[in-house]
């Protein structure tokens, strides 16, 4: 377990063929991005999300909580530039647009959860906008509400409460009925966004908060509701059946559920992982809790997670993200005087989840609500920061103007177990080489590729434009092995060995 700093870190040749255990793998900060019109109390941060060379940052407060959110585009030399900045056509002050923000395969969706619709205050609404292939920019393309939209309903409230997967799109509207809660599913149909379907509690409470953290992968559903039955919280899971419908499947709540727990607050599911976070819990030092699919389709507690340093009012379990075997936990401390942190795990060969690293900022502090929101994609991480005063470069104090923080391994991936069904999925010709190297993939297209010497040092990166072919040259290095990293546009990496020669 160590502390992530910005400091170089430099790898073994032995780290990239995997004979060394996987603590030696460690995030490094590759950027530190703010707003490019800071303004006091903005809250920019207040929402993240990642996705191959893409981030979205929202600021939900800014411009009298108008919001906003700024797109960013990582470049050749792995920088971080400003690609566009996103606001509502309709903006209106308190609307709180970039609350919520979550890229999908070609779109992004940005929540605006205390925006009113037709006069109608606090309904909140979704806004689409489509990848335009031609320029890399972002189009409006369409406002989403609920059907029933209703008075302070808050759809798309949190960070948490946004979620989208292949032409899909939920939004929680944990306000809705008295706090009771809902939650919408959209999906694209012969390319218009309708909405299917309206889920609700099977237990309905109110002040329940049903929607308050949503997440949805493939034909499955979780809804937290993190105020169910004293506040010890629960999550609601839904299966599509094969009409098409969503129907209620399975309650679940923690082993230990105890009052205030805020079980719920954040679900993240990945195919048959769900992750659950419980902020509340002992005394809000938090907690997160692994369930898993059995052999009979009910979901199961696996493990429950507390951060190993985290305090009381740490508040682990705020945020969460799980994909495959990696899962990244926040800590934000909000209004505390302890600095937030990322907890981050792997899963290993026995099916345990380990605590691996903890991963801070190099200028974060108490009260900077590091963690708020937190996104995990490939070997990077995104998290909001959105009460930190400072720039890019640690100076020009602004109170609460916010920030975000990208941190990469580039080894994550590479030598992961498992990983290695993805060799025969990519090719790598000729070898040795002299001039350049062809790569071609049989399967998902190629979004990235990393050079990395036999130091563990990175010698040059090359993005692909979602091609399944691509030719890097290297007629510019020096002779000897060298080890590709191959990135997929699931953000998989197949790591291949190479011989430079004359």
């Not at 999908?104 to 940005?110: A, P, R, S």
């Not at 989208?164 to 919408?184: C, F, H, M, R």
Request: one cysteine or more; aromatic letters at 10%; glycine letters at 10%.
């Amino acid at each position: 377990m160590k502390t992530t700093t910005i400091t170089k870190t430099f790898f073994t040749a032995a780290c990239l063929l995997g004979s060394v255990t996987s603590s030696l793998a460690q995030f490094t900060q590759t950027g530190k991005v703010v707003s490019q019109d800071r303004e006091s109390r903005a809250e920019y941060g207040t929402s993240v999300d990642i996705k191959e060379n893409y981030a979205i940052v929202g600021a939900s407060r800014e411009t009298i909580a108008a919001g906003a959110a700024y797109i960013y585009e990582q470049n050749r030399d792995g920088e971080w530039q400003n690609l566009q900045k996103l606001t509502a056509f309709d903006a209106q002050d308190m609307a709180e647009f970039g609350g919520a923000s979550k890229f999908g395969e070609d779109y992004l969706v940005v929540a605006s959860g205390r925006g009113d619709v037709d006069g109608i205050i606090r309904a909140g609404a979704l806004y689409v906008y489509n990848l335009n292939s031609s320029n890399g920019t972002w189009d409006f393309d369409v406002k989403l509400h609920a059907a029933d939209y209703s008075g302070d309903a808050k759809l798309g409230m949190n960070p948490t409460s946004l979620d989208v997967d292949g032409s899909t799109i939920l939004g929680g509207a944990p306000g809705e009925n008295g706090w009771t809660g809902a939650a919408y599913v959209f999906e694209k149909e012969s390319g218009n966004w309708v909405e299917k379907q309206k889920l609700v509690s099977p237990n309905t409470q109110t002040n329940e908060t049903f929607g308050i953290g949503v997440s949805i992968s493939g034909d499955v559903v979780a809804i937290g509701a993190n105020e169910t039955d004293n506040r010890k919280g629960s999550v609601y899971i839904f299966q599509k059946d094969a009409s098409g419908t969503w129907e209620y499947f399975q309650q679940v709540m923690a082993s230990d559920a105890a009052a205030d727990a805020f079980f719920g607050s954040s679900v993240s599911l990945h195919e048959d992982q769900l992750v659950v976070g419980a902020y509340g819990a002992n005394g809000e030092a938090g907690a997160a809790y692994i369930f898993e699919k059995d052999s009979s389709g009910d979901w199961q507690e696996m493990q429950k997670l507390t951060g190993a340093t985290a305090s009381e009012s740490a508040q682990f379990g705020w945020s969460a993200e799980i994909k495959e075997k990696h899962l990244v936990v926040s800590a934000p401390h909000a209004y505390g005087f302890d600095s937030g942190e990322l907890y981050f795990y792997k899963k290993d060969a026995n099916g345990v989840w380990q605590e691996e690293e903890i991963i801070q900022g190099e200028d974060t502090v108490g009260e900077d609500f590091y963690g708020w929101s937190v996104a995990l994609y490939g070997d990077q991480i995104i998290t909001g920061a959105p009460w930190e005063d400072h720039d890019a470069t640690g100076d020009n104090e602004v109170d609460r103007a916010g920030s975000a923080y990208i941190f990469r391994d580039e080894l994550l991936l590479g030598n992961e177990p498992g990983n290695d069904q993805l060799e025969n999925r990519i090719g790598v010709y000729p070898v040795p080489a002299v001039d350049e190297i062809t790569i071609q993939s049989k399967e998902s297209s190629i979004s990235n590729i990393v050079l990395i010497n036999q130091l563990g040092m990175m010698v040059k990166e090359q993005k692909v434009s979602e091609k399944k072919e691509s030719t890097l040259t290297i007629s510019d290095i020096s002779e000897g092995v060298y080890f590709l990293n191959i990135i997929d546009t699931e953000g998989k990496i197949t790591t291949k060995k190479i011989v430079k020669s004359k």
